[in-house]
């Protein structure tokens, strides 16, 4: 399966996932770890509404920061 086609399942079961209760819930988690491969509390995670594709870039510190000058 390649990159795209697993990005286009997690939007489409996203989308199913998000507006289902909790029995239905675990019937859409049991069928896109079997079509997907994934560990189900890794999927539960992707699935989640606060989960972005895209990788949190860490802020670097800024120039002026204490932690990082040298004392006189």
Known sequence: ????????????TKKR????????KGKILDEFCGNI??????A???LQAGYDNHR???????????CLTMPA
């Open 17 to 24: 996932y998000l507006k289902a209760d909790k029995k239905d």
């Open 37 to 42: 491969g994934y560990n189900r509390n890794y």
């Open 56 to 66: 949190a870039v860490r802020p670097l510190p800024r120039e002026g920061s204490d």
């Open 44 to 46: 539960i995670r992707i």
């Open 1 to 12: 399966m390649t990159n795209m086609t697993k990005k286009e399942l997690i939007s489409v």
